[in-house]
């Protein structure tokens, strides 16, 4: 069998984006007001805690778990080729992803 401590990776893996977005901040990036940030989504309390981690606006995270549920990693493809025919020209995607292996990361795409 597989055992998964889910509270402990959600923790630790939340430390780890909250110190990414941090790092990239001291490094020029500002990530504070993107159009949408498109999350790898796993259910509504993992989308929160993603939120008050590095202080995002909800309304411009587009959901898609309730529609597909847990799909892992592809949440973020298919998030954004859903929410594609809404992206302008000149707007801001920041797409951020957390593995259970403990890693993170964070691309922004100008469309």
Known sequence: GM???AEGLLKHGLELVAQAWEQ????????NDMTSYVTHQISNAHTNAIIEAVGIERDRIPLTFPKWGNV???????TLAECAPTYREGDR?????????????????QW
């Open 3 to 5: 055992n998964t401590d």
């Open 24 to 31: 990239a901040h001291q490094d020029g990036w500002e990530w």
């Open 72 to 78: 892992a990693a592809a949440a973020l493809p298919m």
């Open 93 to 109: 995607i920041l797409c951020m992803g957390v593995g259970s292996g403990l890693n993170t990361a964070l691309l922004e795409i």
